[in-house]
């Protein structure tokens, strides 16, 4: 007789049983699931702008037409006297012949300008100021900067984001929507116990309180299963953009986040309960 008045102490209302725990805890593991890739996802997109940002930023070609030795050589030393150059490196023609052999194929013959290689020391520096220094120097040499292609992966990266942002809303709406389904089916399974105790003169905050840490307790514990589920899934797609990212798949996950999904889906379902068994009790005659 001992144990059964110690659990109805603990649990006065029964609340192990009238929420349903092994599927409030699955529905949050899949909605949890989504969360991860969602967040993973935005990061990864990110991180991937911004490394190729970066690099096309600071990548500008220097093209000298009529490469002969004075003409290369003046070019390089405009470039290399210039603060914003951090790094002037011609390219072989070897080398570009053999880049352009798809595109050329069989005529090899025909003159191909000069390249240089530049890397800016500072990404804000103008190539267009740059281009016109060079070709005060050396006539009709030109600059190419790759500024298109920044905008435009700033602009993808922008837009998976908020996509992101917009998939993390939808589960934290889903999952709310699901908490407070489950608590009014508890309350309606535990309707007489939840009036008897509110007519002994237990508040609405106590009443509430109890559905609310239930709920939360089943709902972290969702959210983490969910979330290591998908953990090798996302260590997979890290391994695959790690090339691209300079990162190994475990370092470019970003912890932090995924560290917060139970928490976050904790504090959803403790608001999203709190919420129903306050406007339940309202309603009560």
């Not at 939360?216 to 514990?221: E, K, M, N, T």
Request: zero cysteines; proline letters at 6%.
């Amino acid at each position: 007789m001992a144990e059964p008045r110690r659990r109805l102490a603990r649990d006065p209302l029964g609340l192990r049983k009238a929420l349903a725990d092994r599927l409030l805890i699955g529905l949050v593991a899949a909605m949890a699931l989504l969360a991860a890739l969602a967040l993973a996802g935005r990061d990864g997109a990110n991180r991937l702008a911004q490394r190729w940002r970066e690099g096309a930023q600071a990548a500008v070609t220097v093209q000298v037409p009529q490469p002969d030795a004075a003409r290369m050589e003046r070019a390089l030393a405009v470039l290399r006297a210039l603060p914003e150059v951090a790094e002037a490196t011609p390219v072989d023609p070897a080398r570009m012949a053999e880049l352009l052999r798809p595109w050329l194929g069989g005529a090899q013959s025909l003159p191909l300008p000069g390249v240089i290689e530049l890397r800016l020391a500072d990404l804000s520096a103008d190539a267009v100021l740059i281009g016109d220094r060079v070709a005060e120097e050396v006539p009709g040499a030109v600059t190419e900067a790759h500024g298109v292609w920044v905008a435009h992966l700033s602009a993808l990266a922008t837009a998976v984001q908020g996509v992101a942002l917009a998939v993390l809303a939808l589960v934290a709406a889903v999952a709310a929507a699901v908490v407070a389904v489950a608590v009014r089916a508890g309350l309606s399974a535990r309707r007489d116990a939840v009036l008897v105790l509110h007519g002994l003169g237990a508040t609405d905050a106590e009443i509430a309180r109890r559905f609310a840490g239930r709920a939360a307790w089943l709902v972290g514990l969702g959210a983490a299963g969910g979330t290591m589920l998908g953990l090798p899934a996302l260590a997979g797609l890290a391994r695959l953009a790690g090339p691209l990212a300079g990162e190994t798949s475990w370092h470019a996950l970003p912890w932090l986040e995924l560290a917060a999904v139970p928490l976050a889906a904790a504090a959803v379902g403790w608001i999203a309960s709190q919420a129903t068994v306050r406007l339940w009790l309202r309603q009560l005659p």
